[in-house]
């Protein structure tokens, strides 16, 4: 219940004793008696008490006055005795009390009187005085007082709050009342572990304010203390409330799916498994977080490397979160892969609040992306007949549960080999028909290598061949056979000369025919196998270098371009044609001739359409845009064949220097909406807007892909602003997306040096400055980064001379490549120190323990120093730069003694067949940990023939015999004897 605390002055006015003063002796004869003289002892409330039996009732304490006003209370006098009584009274000895003038007064037994007191100040003091009272059995005094207004708080004599964890806190409040008329301040002095807010402050009169009273525990501990609120002027006065609290540690568990409890502690490690999943999609998983305590636990989920690494998937759900007492909370994870093949691995730890103790929580998964194949890799349209047409037919598989985006990189309406479709998705398992239709006009030989871009999957290629006759013009059928040898002519160099010279050197017999029916050097037939072999290029390099669209190259470049985009950009006057130049070069021995399959009255035209390049000479073309119609955009890839002249006619061709004619694109945009008016508005989605691609060693190329789907019912034209540094191409980075299509690009980083790359590719869309769009692309170099820790030292306690010490020592890889490692020990190191393993592999952001094992040879100090060989492996198989890591083991080797606390132990007279047991103590007093076995010898006298007493088994039993006393420390050991004759035994341990 609350208590009022009043101040201590007040509290001493009222508990004080009245002196009893004794009466003067009456004059009468009758016997003396003893008078006493009492004091009521309450002035703050009414009084009503006794007085030798007259009842006094009235409260002559005055409060709440102001000077120079008057103030009158009734005291009332009862006669509760049976008998008329006298009563007299003396006037206040001060002027500030009046009272009627004093008379006796004569009361009946149960009548009353009042005697009113006025009480007149004239300054803000105390005022006090007395009114006496005599009666025939004695004298009392009634005290008079005036008192100033005093300050008077209400506060709780206890607050329990409870059992709390250790570092978290509770609360709870309670009122803080001022009782009196004045404002009154006050400031709280409280103990450690609780707090009050507020601390200090000033309460109005009679007013009140809510205090809340926050436990915080530093341990498990029982906390007792007492809180002092000091108020009043210059904080005279105090009270006090006594806080009660418990602190608990918490005790908190991690859980998983099918796993079992895993307790927090320094090594506690939960592996969360995701599995394999597709690339872009996201999977849940949840981990149970149990708390077996009775108080709630405060924690915190951290996730160390989430904003150091351009590559994280893995996030969490609830960063920070209470588990209720005695129950579970669930903490959901995610994994969202972004590369095709990668395994990836993180960790999250789990704090208990005040990092009391932590579990380390091991997310695994690994990532794929679809599969697609192309049912046939060659298409043979034969012969056909100028303006004739032949059609064929493939299939494009999806052989996973995952939709697959595709684009085969040709413009139909410009090129001979015509697809019906050119983009699409493939459902999981299933398949689409392209159909594709042959139609020649030229009298020559065709030959296009199509480049099909799947989405999160290398490029496909189907390579077409077919050969157009005219009346007039019959050349040579080109056949699949064909190419295969044109790829053998590459590689030994022979396809930069034309065929009637390899034929005239063949003639000569310089050269010579392989039994592929390839063409060769005469001595290369011995050589050739012991050659380099050919290159050949990943399907990603063979996109980006073909000779046409960079100017790097997997392979001998026959015919080139200058441009292989041509922007015209705006064209607001039909009646001006705008045209631009391109240039095209002829890097063989011989003369080639070009044909331009597009019309002179297409949009896009080139002109002259066909023209013979001399060798190793070039010529020019002018390309013109033509457009047709307002406010359009509009977008073409121009298709031309370039082969060597003698190749026009079958009479000058002979099946062994057959060469296939080269195919040359430009692709061309331009649009006609006039200067101030809005092109059309885009409606598009990119699939990411940040790219993030695979780690590879310094000077090696990675890949990926992106997705740019029109939604709107008009075309969209991009262009891409190309990375200046060339460490980032985009691939095509110009061109036009039909209405309700999509559009794949190939991206490549070539980074330089190992770092960390990053650059925002600008979009512009429709040729509009509104309709900027920026992708991020982000990759990194990687070079061999293991991080060691404790600064590269590992410490061995000091360890016993044959003997070997065992520690765990952990590495990780910090780098977003594969590490490929090796430790290698010296001959001398060797002889005393192993780790298990000596090479392997350890993951991007993987930890891996790997085991010391010390075994010192001499009683000395040992420092080894072992080297860790590390080096990087990317994607393709290419080994990265090796670095050297120092490790710095620290041993000592050393001998020592077991010695026993009692060296005689005796057992006194023991029954036979009986058993006595008695402890022995070993002590290990030195600094490294001893292994021991103890042996038992048995002598026995006394005996009629001791000789073959001897003989008999041991009867001394160890508890235990053999183990391992670490240093500085005691063990106990039992022994037990059961003595099977009457002798005298001894025995030597």
């Known amino acids: 219940m609350p208590v009022v605390l009043q101040p201590p002055h007040l509290v001493n006015h009222a508990s004080r004793n009245v002196p009893v003063m004794e009466p003067s002796a009456p004059q009468s004869k009758k016997p003396v008696k003893k008078k006493r003289l009492l004091k009521v002892s309450k002035a703050d409330r009414t009084v009503q008490n006794s007085y030798y039996g007259i009842e006094v009732t009235g409260n002559m304490t005055w409060q709440g006055w102001e000077p120079g006003r008057e103030y009158t209370k009734q005291l009332v006098l009862r006669n509760c005795k049976v008998k008329m009584e006298k009563i007299k009274y003396s006037i206040p000895s001060t002027t500030f009390f009046h009272t009627l003038f004093p008379k006796p007064l004569q009361l009946s037994p149960g009548t009353s009187f009042c005697l009113p007191v006025t009480f007149r100040p004239l300054e803000k003091v105390v005022y006090e005085d007395t009114l006496e009272f005599s009666t025939s059995e004695g004298k009392f005094i009634i005290p008079l007082k005036a008192i100033l207004p005093q300050e008077s708080l209400s506060m709780p004599e206890g607050v329990h709050l409870g059992i709390c964890a250790a570092y978290d806190a509770v609360n709870t409040t309670f009122q803080l009342k001022n009782l009196s008329e004045l404002e009154t301040t006050y400031k709280w002095n409280v103990p450690s572990a609780f707090t009050m807010e507020p601390a200090a402050g000033t309460l109005p009169p009679f007013g009140a304010c809510t205090v809340r009273v926050t436990f915080k525990p530093m341990g498990a501990l029982v906390y007792d203390a007492v809180a002092v609120c000091n108020y009043g002027p210059e904080n005279a006065y105090f009270g006090t409330v006594k806080l009660e609290g418990i602190g608990k540690f918490p005790h908190l568990v991690v859980k998983t799916e099918g796993k079992d409890t895993q307790t927090f502690g ?489 770092d960390t790359y990053r650059y925002q590719l600008p979009c512009r869309m429709n040729d509009n400055s509104k309709h900027v769009h920026e992708m991020t692309l982000v990759g990194s170099a990687e070079s061999a980064e293991v991080y060691l820790p404790a600064q590269g030292e590992l410490f061995f306690k000091s360890t016993s001379i044959g003997t070997t010490s065992v520690q765990k020592y952990c590495l990780k890889n910090t780098s977003r490549l594969p590490v490929r490692f090796e430790w290698r020990l010296s001959s001398e190191d060797s002889k005393s120190l192993a780790v298990e393993p000596t090479t392997g592999t350890i993951l991007p952001n993987q930890e891996q323990e790997h085991t010391w094992m010390f075994s010192p040879s001499t009683e000395s100090k040992y420092v080894l120093k072992p080297t860790l060989i590390a080096m990087t492996t990317s994607p393709t198989g290419a080994i990265g730069e090796k670095r050297k890591y120092l490790l710095r083991v620290i041993g000592e080797g050393s001998t020592g003694e077991i010695q026993a606390e009692q060296r005689e132990l005796d057992l006194q007279t023991v029954l036979v067949g009986s058993a006595v047991s008695k402890e022995i103590v070993l002590h290990n007093n030195n600094s490294c940990t001893l292994h021991y076995r103890l042996i038992v010898h048995q002598d026995i006298t006394g005996t009629a023939n001791d000789q073959a007493a001897n003989r008999d088994r041991i009867v001394l039993e160890l508890e235990k015999d053999w183990g391992m006393l670490p240093a500085q420390a005691k063990n106990r050991i039992m022994v037990t004897i059961r003595p099977t004759r009457r002798a005298t035994y001894t025995f030597s341990i």
């Open 266 to 754: 320094v090594t506690a490690e939960t592996v969360v498994d995701f599995g394999t999943v597709p690339v872009g999609r996201t999977v849940e998983k949840w981990v149970e977080l149990q708390n077996l305590s009775p108080v709630k636990s405060a924690f915190k989920v951290n996730h160390p490397h989430a904003a150091s690494r351009i590559d994280t998937v893995f996030s969490v759900g609830v960063k920070e979160g209470t588990a209720p007492p005695h129950s579970s909370c669930k903490i959901p994870l995610t994994f969202r892969p972004e590369l095709v093949g990668e395994t990836y691995m993180d960790y999250l730890t789990v704090v208990a609040i005040g990092n009391i103790s932590k579990a380390v929580i091991k997310c695994v998964g690994k990532a794929k992306g679809p599969s697609v194949s192309i049912g046939s890799q060659t298409l043979v349209f034969g012969c056909v007949d100028s303006g004739g047409i032949v059609t064929q037919t493939f299939n494009i598989v999806n052989e996973t549960d995952l939709e697959a985006s595709y684009q085969f990189m040709i413009d139909s309406r410009e090129s001979v080999f015509k697809f019906e479709h050119v983009t699409g998705v493939l459902p999981p398992q299933g398949l689409h028909k392209v159909v594709v239709h042959f139609c020649p006009v030229h009298p020559i030989n065709y030959y296009r290598r199509v480049a099909c871009l799947v989405h999160n999957h290398d490029p496909l290629y189907v390579d077409m061949i077919g050969t157009c006759h005219t009346e007039l013009v019959k050349p040579a059928v080109l056949h699949l056979h064909h190419l295969d040898r044109y790829q053998r002519h590459v590689e030994r160099g022979f396809s930069l000369f034309p065929p009637e010279l390899l034929n005239s050197l063949v003639k000569d017999n310089k050269l010579q025919l392989d039994g592929t029916g390839a063409l060769m050097l005469n001595e290369a037939e011995a050589v050739e196998p012991f050659t380099n072999p050919p290159f050949h290029p990943s399907p990603m390099t063979e996109f980006f270098d073909d000779g046409h669209y960079s100017d790097i190259t997997y392979s001998v470049r026959h015919v080139s371009s200058d441009i292989h985009q041509a922007d015209f950009g705006r064209c607001t006057n039909f009646k001006k044609i705008p045209s631009q130049v391109v240039h095209l070069t002829n890097h063989t021995k011989g003369k080639i001739t070009v044909y331009w399959m597009c019309k002179d009255d297409n949009i896009f035209s080139v002109t002259p359409q066909t023209c013979d390049i001399p060798s190793e000479g070039a010529t020019s073309f002018r390309v013109t845009f033509k457009p047709d119609a307002d406010d359009q955009f509009f977008g073409a890839e121009l298709e031309c064949f370039a082969f060597y002249k003698s190749m026009r006619d079958f009479k000058l061709v002979e099946d062994k220097s057959f060469c296939p004619p080269w195919c040359i694109t430009l692709t061309c945009i331009g649009h006609t909406f006039q200067v101030g008016k809005e092109t059309f508005l885009p409606r598009f989605t990119i699939d990411s807007d940040r790219v993030v691609f695979p780690a590879v060693n310094p000077t090696e190329s990675t890949y990926r892909t992106a997705l740019l789907a029109n939604h709107s019912d008009t075309p969209i034209q991009y262009v891409f602003t190309q990375d200046q540094m060339k460490t980032f191409t985009i691939k095509p980075s110009k061109g036009l997306i039909p209405p309700k299509s999509h559009q794949l690009y190939a991206l490549r980083m070539l980074p330089t040096v190992a």
